[in-house]
């Protein structure tokens, strides 16, 4: 037998966890906890040891999961940019320009 409300209670962690992926989201650097500081007019840290799921919960970031969920992916791509540029920058013979000639 089933506890009352233990269902909803499974029902909306299960919601919760998609927002979870994007807060652990390794991508994510400053500049991006400061964008979404600024969206929910709320300082978001995870660097501070006050930043728990229950304090991330209190800032009701479940709210904006879709806004959260867009700018961890755009961080994604933002570090997939960077990591190419790096290789780019390591390796001198891809900046060499390369002759084409016609078939």
């Not at 991508?27 to 400061?34: Q, V």
Request: aromatic content about 4%.
């Amino acid at each position: 037998m089933r506890a009352p409300g233990a269902q909803e209670r499974v029902d909306a962690f299960a919601l919760t966890m998609p927002l979870l992926a994007d807060l652990r989201n390794p991508a994510l650097r400053p500049r991006h906890w400061a964008e979404l500081g600024v969206h929910i007019d709320a300082r978001a840290d995870p660097g501070d040891a006050g930043f728990t799921l229950e304090a991330a919960l209190g800032l009701r970031l479940d709210q904006h999961a879709g806004f959260i969920a867009a700018l961890s992916a755009a961080a994604t791509r933002q570090q997939a940019v960077e990591q190419s540029l790096a290789v780019r920058a390591a390796a001198p013979a891809l900046r060499e320009p390369v002759a084409c000639r016609p078939a």
